[in-house]
């Protein structure tokens, strides 16, 4: 081989590597993408058989939705030139050094995912028509900004030394803190409290929750691999250790959901043990390129406990009605998977966390964007909420709830043999 060609060759590598990265992360987003259908079914197998199609309808538009305005205007606030806190180099902008395609699709599928976190809490009772507009503001302004603070370079998070890997802050606690706002002034669906306390609404199919939660968990090893943005990297650090660790930390939020609820309940609860595994899949997420076997394990375990005695206190204590618990899922778990890292994260073979001799830097620094990203998520969700109640309402009529938000809201019914079975009944 001629020392000429040697040059040749480590460009030809390079691009070889460059194009693999590129084709990880198209995967890794159609992943993603697939999500969407595990939410529609999550959504309506936990919650009534004549609110299905309506919860098809508001996962198809955020999918929908999502994909323009995020394109239009969500990725330049999120990408462009920023100051730290908002960015913006115009409409339609994808352009720079580091961007491309593929990286619009991959962070459009985010967005996507943390508008349809609210959808499950307030199904039910919610209208479309207010849905679509809360969407738009979702995926245009409110999930854009949040993620420039961190996964933009310059933002100022980022500049504090702050990781959210995969978005245990950024998509699941903005979308968690969104849904409980959206819960809390929709109000309950009817029926849910008597006398002052919590009557249980049971899921029409737990087959499709639990369908659509193996259907989650499989998008989310593209999820959170494909945030590494390359397969490259050892064994150690590469979107392999990742895909691991985010394995691990899900088996044992679904353990640590079961066995809890098992205690608690005298029986092991579907209902929880599926919480529980998507629980420990939010809580590896931002710290899914910081944590070791162990720490994932411990982090999900934490995460499926959690999750049982946040689902009881916001339904029970709080008396807010969040459909399918998420809150408790994306909301509380993402904000104890932001703060995780800093008790025990790692960074390569070296401790930053708390209780592994990093010090309290790291963990007061989670901390802060935790706090930073439930407010964000939280006050914004109120002041557009509270204007579409006052404007146009949030709520649709006791008559059409009672009926069921499929035939109003859409004129069609997903088991319409079911209905006609109930009319001659």
């Known amino acids: 081989m001629s020392l000429l060609n040697i040059p040749l060759i480590i460009q030809d590598t390079a691009a070889i590597e460059g194009d693999m990265g590129m084709l990880w992360m198209l995967i890794s987003g159609i992943l993603v993408f697939l999500m969407q259908a595990g939410f529609t079914l999550v959504e309506s197998g936990m919650t009534r058989s004549k609110n299905v199609v309506n919860i098809a309808m508001k996962n198809v538009l955020d999918i929908a939705v999502g994909s323009i305005v995020f394109w239009f205007v969500g990725y330049s606030l999120m990408y462009g030139s920023t100051g730290g806190w908002i960015g913006w180099d115009g409409f339609m902008w994808y352009g720079g050094e580091d961007s491309s395609p593929a990286d619009l699709f ?10 349809t976190i609210v959808s499950g809490a307030v199904a039910g009772r919610t209208k479309y028509s207010t849905y679509i507009i809360f969407s738009v503001v979702m995926t245009a302004i409110i999930y854009p900004i949040a993620g420039g603070w961190q ?12 990781i959210d ?8 606690a903005v979308g968690g803190w969104a849904a409980l706002v959206a819960a809390a002034l929709v109000g309950p669906r009817l029926g849910k409290y008597i006398d002052g306390k919590a009557v249980n609404i049971p899921g029409h199919n737990k087959l499709l ?7 989650l968990w499989f998008g989310w090893f593209g999820f959170n691999g494909g945030s590494q943005l390359a397969w490259g990297g050892d064994d150690a650090t590469g979107a392999s250790m990742v895909v691991l ?35 420990g899949l939010v809580a590896i997420t931002a710290g899914c390129g910081n944590m070791s076997e162990v720490g994932a394990l411990a982090a999900g375990f934490v995460g499926g406990i959690i999750v049982v005695f946040a689902m009881e206190f916001v339904e029970q204590k709080l008396k807010i009605d969040d459909a399918v618990g998420a809150f408790s899922v994306h909301g509380v778990a993402g904000f104890w998977g932001t703060i995780v890292i800093g008790l025990w994260g790692i960074d390569g073979d070296t401790g930053i966390g708390l209780l592994n001799g990093g010090g309290s830097d790291q963990f007061v620094t989670q901390l802060i964007g935790a706090l930073a990203y439930a407010a964000w998520a939280a006050g914004t969700s109120f002041v557009f909420l509270f204007i579409l109640k006052k404007a146009i309402g949030l709520r649709v009529s006791e008559k059409v709830e009672i009926e069921g938000l499929d035939l109003s809201e859409h004129g069609a019914l997903a088991y319409p043999g079911k209905r006609q079975r ?3 009944d």
Do not use: R
């Open 151 to 162: 996964w933009n370079g310059d933002g100022w998070l980022a500049q504090m030394g702050f």
């Open 209 to 215: 929750a639990a369908l659509g939660v193996f259907i």
């Open 106 to 115: 991959f962070q459009t599928v985010f967005c996507a995912t943390a508008a």
């Open 422 to 424: 109930e009319i001659q």
């Open 245 to 279: 660790v985010t394995n691990l930390a899900a088996s044992a939020g679904a353990l640590g959901a079961l066995f809890l609820s098992w205690v608690k309940y005298k029986k092991p609860n579907i209902d929880m043990t599926l919480n529980g595994a998507l629980a």
């Open 165 to 172: 890997f995969a978005g245990s802050s950024i998509v699941h």
